[in-house]
């Protein structure tokens, strides 16, 4: 077992390990929720890229080397040290996992989503087709390797053993984070519930329970080690490793068990638009509601609602202009929806 220190320890000492470099989160100071999401984005979008046998020839036999003995990798699922001169398909062998499946996207093995070593990681070749392209969530039948435990599966969902999952979790975060459906690449979206991805639909689950998994399996010095590691390849970093609390600024909802659950479906279509798109959302119950436009460095861009509205379905239309009724410049904004006790967040994508 690598995880077994004591949170408060953890992240007291986190600065001892990191090799963060000076200013590298500058940007992301006192933000919070999806301005927060973006900001981070920024900072670790247009990474270095390698081709997906660099990964197989050099780059994971370096960020993935066991520390014990510079021959053999250490498997993600089972943490089983084997020679890195097994790579193949054997049912022993090791290959490369894509964390995030690569059908929940459907960016198969190129660059830049499938070549990223922030989420592909050596793995046994049998253990590998078990959990397949599934969802992570709890429970189902032993998987084991070598006579190993490496983790539960069931129709539609893989469980990884404890030492792990909060790797799994930080890796699907960086995810979310990194692709943000600029330059051509998947917009890759995190979601409360597993199946996420029938049609190849660029979502993954499940989310409460990843982010239950971050705070209960938290960073150690192995995945700061491999950060860094990665770091000097691609020259990006996960920023879920260098700073777990970012986990619960972007996901209140998700992280804390005891706040209410957003039930708003709160939609736009289409988006990407121009030179308008239509916000949707339904509600329970009568309410006092607030629907605004913002900047992705927070600045309120125009109130399209702030009034008390009945129980169903609503809609508005947004002409991409401002409070003063001037144009907008084209870019990501974010549409927030309030009532007294939900408040959603999404984003869109003005093109002109």
């Known amino acids: 077992m690598r995880k077994f220190i004591f949170i408060a320890v953890l992240l007291s000492s986190l600065a001892l390990f990191a090799q963060i470099p000076e200013g590298y989160y500058d940007d992301a100071e006192g933000l919070s929720g999806i301005v927060l999401k973006l900001t981070l984005h920024n900072i670790i979008k247009d990474h270095q890229e390698y081709s997906y046998n660099d990964l197989r020839d050099f780059i994971l036999k370096d960020t993935d080397e066991d520390p014990q003995n510079s021959n053999n990798v250490i498997l993600l699922y089972t943490c089983r040290s084997v020679p890195k001169s097994t790579f193949g398909g054997g049912a022993d062998d090791w290959n490369r996992e894509h964390v995030w499946a690569k059908s929940h996207g459907d960016f198969g093995t190129t660059a830049p989503c499938g070549t990223d070593a922030h989420h592909i990681r050596p793995t046994d070749v049998s253990v590998n087709s078990t959990r397949g392209n599934k969802d992570f969530d709890e429970g189902?039948?032993?998987?084991?390797?070598?006579?190993?435990?490496?983790?539960?599966?069931?129709?539609?969902?893989?469980?990884?053993?404890?030492?792990?999952?909060?790797?799994?979790?930080?890796?699907?975060?960086?995810?979310?984070?990194?692709?943000?459906?600029?330059?051509?690449?998947?917009?890759?979206?995190?979601?409360?519930?597993?199946?996420?991805?029938?049609?190849?639909?660029?979502?993954?689950?499940?989310?409460?329970?990843?982010?239950?998994?971050?705070?209960?399996?938290?960073?150690?010095?192995?995945?700061?080690?491999?950060?860094?590691?990665?770091?000097?390849?691609?020259?990006?970093?996960n920023p879920f490793i260098d700073h777990p609390e970012y986990a619960a600024l972007i996901w209140p909802e998700l992280a804390n068990d005891n706040l209410p659950q957003i039930a708003l479906s709160l939609t736009c279509y289409p988006n990407p638009f121009n030179p308008e798109t239509t916000i949707s959302f339904s509600l329970a119950e009568t309410e006092n509601v607030k629907l605004e436009i913002y900047n992705t460095k927070g600045q309120l861009v125009r109130t399209l609602a702030n009034q008390v509205l009945p129980k169903g379905e609503h809609s508005y239309v947004w002409h991409g202009k401002d409070g003063k009724n001037n144009s907008v410049a084209s870019g990501i904004y974010l549409y927030r929806l309030t009532t007294a006790n939900h408040m959603q967040i999404r984003k869109m994508m003005l093109l002109k």
């Open 140 to 237: 189902g039948s032993v998987v084991y390797d070598n006579g190993d435990l490496s983790g539960w599966t069931d129709c539609d969902s893989f469980e990884p053993v404890d030492q792990v999952k909060g790797d799994v979790a930080r890796m699907i975060m960086y995810m979310t984070v990194r692709y943000e459906g600029d330059n051509g690449e998947p917009d890759l979206e995190m979601v409360d519930y597993v199946n996420s991805s029938p049609n190849g639909e660029p979502y993954h689950g499940k989310a409460s329970t990843l982010l239950a998994w971050h705070n209960q399996d938290p960073v150690d010095s192995w995945e700061i080690t491999r950060n860094n590691k990665v770091y000097s390849y691609q020259q990006n970093r």
